[in-house]
């Protein structure tokens, strides 16, 4: 560790780090289905994306994501197979094609949002506003950290209005 760039201890660093793979564990659908989640990570993420930004090509996709084309056309084509989302010309005439969020896709995000919403809720129930804000704000502390070093900010609208 380099004392030079952080003045965070070796143990607070450890037990973010480990905390953080927890909390990927317990945000991970384990039951997808009847009266459960219907969208596994990788589609509730790229449909909550388009939401946001509005249609997208795949390279768009890539650059905003991080990751290969291939990746995202395995993905893309899962949601366009699965009527979630749809091809469409690009409104500003470029030439490449890009993906918008259909019908279904919005009622399945907002379902599943809706359900991750109450699970927190549950959670959270027991603490106090304070502290439910206090962990809103220093998980967007956070991730907009990650996203100036990697130079991939997320599009972020007020975060009570909903994305759907």
Do not use: C
Not at 111 to 118: H, T
Not at 153 to 158: H, L, S
């Amino acid at each position: 560790m380099n004392s030079r760039t952080t003045t965070a201890s070796e143990s607070a660093l450890s037990g973010i780090e480990f905390e953080g793979l927890v909390l990927g564990r317990h945000l991970t659908p384990l039951g997808q289905g009847e009266g459960g989640l219907r969208l596994d990570r990788s589609a509730y993420t790229l449909l909550t994306r388009l939401v946001i930004a509005g249609p997208m090509t795949i390279g768009q996709l890539s650059d905003a994501f991080g990751l290969d084309a291939s990746t995202l056309n395995r993905q893309t084509a899962r949601l366009v197979k699965d009527g979630l989302a749809r091809r469409i010309a690009d409104p500003e005439g470029g030439m490449a094609r890009k993906f918008e969020v259909t019908e279904q896709g919005h009622a399945h995000l907002d379902g599943d949002r809706q359900l991750k919403l109450a699970g927190l809720a549950e959670v959270l129930s027991d603490w106090s506003s304070a502290d439910v804000e206090l962990l809103a704000e220093m998980l967007h502390r956070f991730n907009a950290a990650i996203e100036r070093r990697d130079g991939r900010p997320w599009p972020r609208g007020a975060r009570s209005t909903p994305i759907t």
